[in-house]
């Protein structure tokens, strides 16, 4: 069974950071793009970056670049997002997802995690 | 960067009614396109993937259509458990892109 599992999530005043943890299983994880998607508090989905397979490359929304840095462990089967400098506006719930698989007939965005909620006030 | 646009933004139903929700994207995307519908507090669930496949599990009652740059959701027959938001997300290239999202609720 496909199992996204996140964490990390918490209070933070602004312009702090926070680390956030997806942990991955019931699939070959290294095989997959993964994204992560965020939600603020009574507003749409917003996608907010992904990494490739193997960690070579990465997109962000632009209203997170130069702040947030997208990685992943393929050994511990792990994505994380590491946020730096938040603000107000970050507050979400974040959401980690199984993005493009390698070859073809993949459809991603088919798993989701439960979400992790992050607040940046003071 | 490809817009998805979602109408409408809200609608309300009756229990059985027939109810369609639409995606325009910017640009074409071919059929890299999937429908999700979201419950308060939960995550997203699939329901339709590649534009009109169903996603196993899924009822029938719902049905997908579209490419290009016109997508659409049907829900034939809207059951009481159907009365969530609904989304549309584009994943032909990056960044991908959501639409703004249409809340079905109750007549």
């Known amino acids: 069974e496909v199992q996204l599992v996140e964490s990390g999530g918490g209070l933070v005043q602004p312009g702090g950071s926070l680390r956030l943890s997806c942990a991955a299983s019931g699939f070959t994880f290294s095989s997959y793009w993964m994204s992560w998607v965020r939600q603020a508090p009574g507003k749409g989905l917003e996608w907010v970056a992904n990494?490739?397979?193997?960690?070579?490359?990465?997109y962000y929304v632009d209203s997170v670049k130069g702040r947030f840095t997208i990685s992943r462990d393929n050994a511990k089967n792990s994505l994380y997002l590491q946020m730096n400098s938040l603000r107000a506006e970050d507050t979400a719930v974040y959401y980690c997802?199984?993005?493009?698989?390698?070859?073809?007939?993949?459809?991603?965005?088919?798993?989701w995690g439960q979400g992790t909620l992050v607040t940046v006030s003071s | 960067d490809i817009q998805m646009t979602q109408s409408p933004s809200s609608l309300s139903a009756s229990v059985g009614d027939r109810v369609t929700i639409t995606c325009r994207a910017s640009q074409g995307i071919r059929n890299d396109l999937g429908w999700y519908q979201q419950k308060p507090g939960k995550a997203p669930k699939r329901l339709i993937y590649?534009?009109?496949s169903l996603q196993s599990g899924v009822p029938s009652r719902f049905s997908g259509s579209g490419s290009g740059t016109e997508f659409t959701l049907t829900i034939s027959s809207l059951q009481p458990e159907d009365f969530a938001t609904y989304y549309c997300l584009q994943h032909n290239s990056t960044p991908r892109t959501f639409g703004q999202g249409t809340k079905v609720e109750i007549k």
């Open positions: 990494i490739k397979q193997d960690g070579s490359e990465k």
């Open positions: 997802a199984r993005d493009l698989g390698a070859g073809s007939g993949s459809f991603p965005f088919d798993y």
């Open positions: 590649a534009a009109s």
